[in-house]
């Protein structure tokens, strides 16, 4: 039962072949069982998983059941989950237990879907390969001396090795694609608005947005209309109507307009990664599809201006995290600087305080002008960049990630080379544009991923372009030589 994806799960509790709750406790032996080798759970929900699963059934037996009643999934850890530690990676919240769901975990109970538990994922999503989390890095199921990519790690790990078969994720440089590319898996960022951020845990709140992480685009299109929707709550959240992103997955792409970014194919990008990606857009060219070159010449500047911006914004939403209201505290502080200064020191790791300190400098007096509003300038011309090219093109394509995946540790010293793995995906979410990435081949046994890139609000489109690759290639269905299977 691990095997099967989201639609054929669907499929068989409607046909009886199995119930919710027996694939639920298959999967949750498959994790415990198995996850000591990725350690892509950061905590499991047995209980809940069981009596969620009981209750779908009976929902089932009555007839009329969402499309994803009875579905395992699992929840980054970044969404708060009512009386479920929601420890965002990191030591700060450790012991926090929020006394509410977020609106994307309210919209996948009110679903009917059962929650095996939260995924690990980089502190407070800042990182590209899961290392930086207090509860250990997660660990590629394609190899396990690799990085899953991050900050996103943990689900996309979790849905690589088949202990579930999808699950949320976030995106606010590429958290969802990147590590996607690097598993094998399909992942979905949507249009910055498109899903609530409500209850999410914020890092840099003008680029963060929730995702689906799955096995294939069809799963994905079915997790993205169940989070997708205006809520009241969330001031971002865009009041557009939202479709069932699954009708439309079986239309014919000819004669679509594939945008190919010049910039994208230049120094930085394995030449084996390369490869691959022009395969998989030969093969959308037999399927009718046109590829047309297209220039996104601010692409060099995405990296600079978005470790300006991200940071600043994170400088100003970490600051509630004191020691005082909730999240660690100190031990036997002197007085009230001490404690601001331990608890912050203690609670947060390396990568976070970097961000921090970068973000309070940049906005800081005499350097606003100079840094933060500069950098929201070049967001504004990566944007046009993007708005010209879409005047020409549908999608626009190119590489995921510059590589496969790296060796853990092999960058976790340098910061640079460490930013450079989202060089490709950071432009998207300055723009605030939907993108994705699916599997388009391997590289010395390793996944690589094709990004696909779509116009604002344009999800139905995006998933349909994969969703037909998918139909005639099998990247999507080939899985890491796992460990020995429950």
Not at 235 to 255: E, F, H, W
Not at 257 to 279: C, H, M, Q, S, W
Request: aromatic share 8%; glycine share 8%.
């Amino acid at each position: 039962m691990h095997q099967l994806t989201i639609a054929e799960v669907i499929r068989g509790l409607r046909d009886r072949q199995f119930s919710s709750v027996e694939i639920t406790r298959h999967l949750l032996d498959r994790i415990q069982q198995l996850d000591g080798n990725y350690n892509s759970f950061i905590t499991v929900t047995d209980q809940l998983a069981m009596a969620q699963a009981a209750a779908a059934d009976a929902r089932l037996a009555q007839g009329g059941a969402p499309a994803l009643c009875g579905v395992p999934i699992a929840h980054k850890d970044i969404f708060c989950t009512s009386g479920v530690r929601t420890s965002c990676g990191s030591r700060m919240l450790d012991n926090f237990v929020p006394p509410y769901d977020a609106t994307v975990v309210e919209k996948f109970n009110a679903a009917s879907a059962v929650t095996l538990g939260k995924t690990n994922m980089d502190e407070f999503a800042m990182g590209s390969s899961n290392e930086t989390s207090y509860y250990g890095p997660v660990k590629n199921p394609w190899n396990t001396d690799c990085v899953p990519g991050g900050s996103s790690g943990g689900s996309a790990a979790a849905v690589a090795a088949l202990l579930v078969p999808g699950a949320t994720a976030t995106d606010t440089g590429g958290s969802i694609r990147q590590p996607a590319a690097l598993t094998n898996t399909t992942g979905l960022k949507p249009t910055y608005g498109r899903v609530s951020r409500w209850g999410m845990i914020a890092f840099a709140s003008s680029l963060d947005q929730a995702g689906p992480i799955a096995r294939s685009a069809e799963d994905v299109a079915y997790l993205l209309t169940v989070m997708a929707g205006h809520d009241e709550k969330d001031s971002t959240s865009l009041n557009r109507p939202v479709q069932d992103y699954t009708l439309n997955l079986n239309d014919p792409i000819a004669g679509l307009r594939i945008g190919v970014p010049k910039e994208y194919f230049g120094e930085g990008l394995n030449a084996d990664t390369a490869a691959r990606i022009e395969d998989a857009l030969k093969e959308f060219e037999r399927l009718g599809a046109e590829l047309v070159e297209v220039s996104l010449p601010h692409t060099e500047l995405a990296v600079p201006a978005y470790y300006v911006i991200a940071p600043a914004e994170a400088s100003a939403n970490l600051s509630r995290f004191d020691g005082v209201r909730y999240g660690y505290r100190c031990e036997d502080p002197q007085d009230l600087r001490d404690l601001y200064m331990r608890s912050r020191g203690e609670g947060f790791g390396d990568e976070v305080q970097r961000r921090i300190l970068v973000g309070t400098y940049a906005l800081s007096a005499g350097y606003y002008d100079a840094y933060y509003n500069k950098a929201q300038q070049v967001r504004r011309l990566i944007k046009q960049d993007f708005v010209q090219a879409f005047e020409k093109v549908d999608v626009i394509m190119g590489p995921t990630s510059p590589s496969p995946a790296f060796a853990l540790g092999a960058k976790k010293a340098d910061p640079v080379a460490m930013y450079l793995e989202d060089i490709y995906t950071i432009a998207t979410n300055l723009a605030g544009l939907p993108g994705m990435s699916l599997p388009c081949g391997l590289v010395n046994s390793m996944p690589v991923g094709l990004q696909i890139i779509g116009n604002y609000l344009d999800e139905a489109r995006m998933l349909n372009v994969a969703h037909q690759f998918q139909q005639v290639t099998d990247w999507h269905r080939q899985h890491a030589n796992l460990a020995s299977a429950v």
